[in-house]
């Protein structure tokens, strides 16, 4: 399988990060900065983000943070974490003057955020990111239709029905461009359906969560992302 990837977002301790790297997730993230989508305890300090990564052995530890700031400090910030991958905390891309910065100290970007809706015209998707210099993108993370509770199963059965209607080829096209992972509503019956149907796709990307802050955020809860993991 090439679609292999599982990315794993919000990870608040060694314990965890050893579960899901034990199910097959290589990279692991952890927020530094508050995600304004969610409401709880899933923001780490930088002392915590190390320990999460000093508990992995092979996964990557990706640092999600606010990358709006002076590049000096994002990088301090970054060795001290001990990350090799950073992301920004919302969709908003970081200046190019960091984007430099970062690429000379050899940490990578994920460009997490973005979510694709069910009308969007797929030429938009990444139309920004395909238009700005010095990129740089490791990776790209994006949530497919969040304002639907069942995303997958609109994009299988009710997107064909009309032509305009973001729909699954999109995906896979955009994924042959753009090295993606993505979000939908994975459960265990639906995890394997989702890999087999996304064959362009690097991988699946489960955030978790305890509370959201928005009625469209995609996100699984820990437990529930343990049975998605374990169905694979």
């Keep these: 399988m090439t679609n292999d990837l599982i990315k794993v977002d919000r990870v608040r301790s060694a314990q965890e990060a050893a579960v899901f790297e034990g199910l097959g997730a290589r990279m692991v993230t952890v927020s530094l900065s508050p995600d304004p989508r969610f409401e709880d305890d899933r923001t780490v300090t930088v002392e915590q983000a190390a320990e999460i ?31 090799k991958l950073v992301q920004p905390i919302t969709v908003v891309m970081p200046p190019v003057q960091v984007r430099v910065a970062l690429r000379d100290a050899g940490i990578g970007v994920v460009y997490g955020g973005i979510e694709i809706a069910h009308d969007d015209d797929p030429a938009w998707v990444f139309d920004g990111y395909d238009a700005a210099a010095d990129l740089d993108a490791e990776l790209f993370h994006a949530d497919v239709l969040p304002e639907y509770g069942n995303s997958w199963e609109f994009l299988r059965d009710e997107s064909p029905e009309f032509e305009e209607e973001f729909q699954i080829a999109d995906l896979n096209e955009l994924a042959r461009t753009h090295p993606m992972v993505v979000g939908l509503n994975f459960t265990p019956g639906n995890v394997k359906e989702i890999l087999a149907a996304l064959p362009e796709v690097r991988g ?21 992302a343990v049975r998605v993991l374990q169905a694979l």
């Design 53 to 83: 990564g000093r508990a992995l052995r092979r996964a990557t530890l990706v640092a999600a943070m606010d990358l709006q700031d002076d590049p000096s400090r994002i990088r301090r910030i970054v060795a001290a974490a001990g990350a």
């Design 204 to 224: 699946i990307a489960l955030t978790l969560a305890d509370r959201a802050r928005r009625d469209d955020a995609r996100w699984h809860r820990y437990g529930d």
